[in-house]
């Protein structure tokens, strides 16, 4: 039993009977009222989870079955949804359609160009179809002399007789002799008085000099030498380099300028003629052709 001396608020210090039980007392207190409901709700939430746990484990298999037949159905949704999308949109066909074949394409191969031919007097010599003047003449002397310069090459790798060779080696100076002198009293003089460029005519003249002075030791040189040979070999490359440089620069200045280039072929044949000796083949040639270069240009000339 307790006694008055007991705390406030406990339930002895609120019943009213001293002389009553202290357990009777607490079980007609508020307190025991409370605590026995909150006991009772959790024992209510207790029951309601047991009853909710094996609810539910009997009834997972069906959700779980109609779980997998929504999401299977929602697969087939997606995929009639995404097969509609992909057949809707024009660039999912244009990435999904079958590459088309490849259009064969037939490759034609250029025709290679032929590889640029040195320039010569053949390829260089002007080909125009009118009345035979001074340049024909001089392009006639070129090829003429050309021919002969090859003549020789072919003689000096058969190891000719030395006296075979050494008349045609005359007969190719005394041609550059005669054309030189003519080009010199009569051709570059009438080109410089038609303002044909000086600096051309000073370099021909040049050239002249060193053709003159292999020609000088041509002539005056044994063909059984060791350099006969090489002598006319190197006067025919420093003839041709000059025949080319007078078809591609001078010659094309000389047709558009106003000289008389026909009043000049007739001047510069007739001092030809003197300058050439008479047992020559030249001189026989021009006999021939009656005071005319019987040259391939001329020739050509002569039938137009």
Request: aromatic content about 4%; charged content about 35%; proline content about 4%.
């Amino acid at each position: 039993m307790a006694d008055d001396k007991t705390k406030r608020g406990s339930p002895d210090s609120k019943r009213l009977n001293k002389s009553e039980p202290y357990e009777v007392a607490y079980a007609k207190s508020k307190r025991a009222k409370g605590a026995a409901s909150k006991t009772a709700k959790k024992s209510a939430k207790s029951s309601a989870k047991k009853a909710t746990t094996r609810s539910g484990s009997s009834r997972a298999p069906a959700a779980g079955s109609r779980a997998r037949k929504t999401s299977s159905g929602g697969k087939s949704s997606s995929r009639a949804s995404s097969s509609r999308a992909k057949s809707a949109s024009p660039a999912m066909k244009r990435t999904n359609a079958a590459p088309a074949a490849k259009k064969s394409r037939t490759t034609t191969r250029a025709t290679p160009k032929p590889p640029k031919e040195e320039k010569t007097a053949e390829n260089t010599a002007p080909k125009t179809m009118r009345e035979a003047d001074a340049v024909d003449l001089l392009t006639d002397d070129h090829l003429e002399v050309g021919a002969l310069f090859k003549q020789y090459e072919k003689l000096a790798k058969k190891e000719a007789p030395a006296e075979q060779r050494r008349t045609l080696a005359q007969t190719i100076c005394d041609m550059l002799k005669a054309h030189t002198t003519i080009e010199e009293e009569i051709f570059y003089p009438a080109a410089r008085r038609a303002g044909i460029d000086a600096d051309l005519l000073d370099e021909a003249d040049i050239e002249h000099a060193s053709a003159k002075d292999l020609i000088a030791q041509i002539e005056g040189g044994d063909a059984d030498d060791d350099h006969y040979d090489a002598k006319v070999k190197v006067l025919g490359e420093y003839i041709t380099h000059h025949v080319v440089e007078e078809h591609t620069e001078m010659f094309t200045k000389c047709r558009r300028s106003d000289m008389d280039l026909i009043g000049l072929r007739s001047e510069m044949e007739a001092r030809k003629m003197a300058l050439v000796p008479e047992g020559s083949e030249e001189a026989s040639a021009a006999n021939d052709g009656k005071g005319k270069s019987t040259g391939i240009l001329a020739s050509l000339f002569s039938k137009a």
